[in-house]
């Protein structure tokens, strides 16, 4: 096996296994009828990057803005950064093109996240 050949099937079969993990964690909780907390902050009692996400989304949803920022300063980063994500492929996938994204992309998650993370890691663990 080429060395390219055999980092790729280790990322695959790493990306496959933390697939399963995260399953596995939701279908846990879901099955004690509660919401699944954030594995990254279960499993290091520290916040990942978009823990607090959806409840900033509702908060913000309703107009809240303020409580919005307080459980997630980046949500409408991410978010924005997603749904471009998501439309650069609808419309490759439309046109039969081969699915990629522009490598600035991945740059601009490692920035955003890593801003949510430090943002996070500052404020209140009452909102994680």
């Given at each position: 096996m080429k060395p390219q050949r055999a980092v790729h099937f280790v990322l695959r079969t790493v990306a496959a296994a933390m697939l399963v993990v995260y399953g596995l964690w939701n279908l846990v909780w879901l099955a004690h009828f509660r919401v699944p907390p954030s594995l990254f902050?279960?499993?290091?009692?520290?916040?990942?990057?978009?823990?607090?996400?959806?409840?900033?989304?509702?908060?913000?949803?309703?107009?809240?803005?303020?409580?919005?920022?307080?459980?997630?300063?980046?949500?409408?980063?991410?978010?924005?950064l997603f749904f471009f994500c998501v439309t650069c492929l609808a419309l490759q996938l439309v046109r039969r093109q081969r699915l990629h994204l522009p490598n600035?992309?991945?740059?601009?998650?490692?920035?955003?996240?890593g801003m949510a993370w430090m943002v996070k890691l500052m404020g209140s663990p009452a909102y994680w």
């Open positions: 902050l279960g499993l290091t009692g520290l916040p990942g990057p978009t823990t607090g996400g959806t409840r900033s989304l509702l908060c913000l949803l309703r107009g809240d803005w303020q409580d919005s920022l307080a459980y997630n300063a980046m949500t409408v980063p991410i978010l924005g600035w992309v991945l740059w601009a998650w490692l920035g955003v996240l």
